[in-house]
């Protein structure tokens, strides 16, 4: 079992930016891929990132790409959310979730919502124009 907890998220100007942060406890956090979902109002929760529980692949939403970065600090059991040039249209409930990877190579990656097992009740980002 993980627990995963999301902060970091607020009220930022277009343009602007956010760290958002997921703190994890319960396993030994190398062993799992994160990722960041987001849900905006009246729409489905969308995919933005995911890391492999070694750090060394990420993969992006093609909307967010040049804009966001995801890392990791296992030692820290956290991973993290760089979000630059933020637009109205980030905003949006962000969520990081965890999949467990194996004890070994722990080097995949994950992009579909149904493939995690452990979520965090998000953190709000509101961009205003």
């Known amino acids: 079992q993980v627990q995963l907890v999301e902060s970091g998220g607020g009220l930022v100007q277009a343009g602007g930016s956010l760290r958002l942060s997921c703190a994890a406890s319960?396993?030994?956090?190398?062993?799992?891929?994160t990722g960041w979902f987001r849900q905006a109002p009246g729409k489905e929760r969308e995919f933005v990132a995911t890391?492999?529980?070694?750090?060394?692949?990420?993969y992006y939403s093609d909307s967010v790409k040049g804009r966001f970065t995801i890392s990791r600090d296992n030692a820290k059991n956290a991973v993290y959310l760089q979000m630059n040039s933020l637009k109205p249209e980030d905003t949006a409930v962000y969520y990081c979730?965890?999949?467990?990877?194996?004890?070994?190579?722990?080097?995949?990656?994950?992009?579909?919502?149904?493939?995690?097992?452990?979520w965090g009740q998000g953190t709000q980002v509101t961009v205003s124009s």
């Open positions: 979730a965890s999949k467990f990877d194996g004890y070994y190579r722990r080097s995949n990656y994950y992009i579909r919502e149904n493939e995690y097992d452990f």
């Open positions: 319960g396993r030994t956090f190398s062993y799992y891929a």
């Open positions: 890391i492999s529980g070694n750090g060394g692949n990420t």
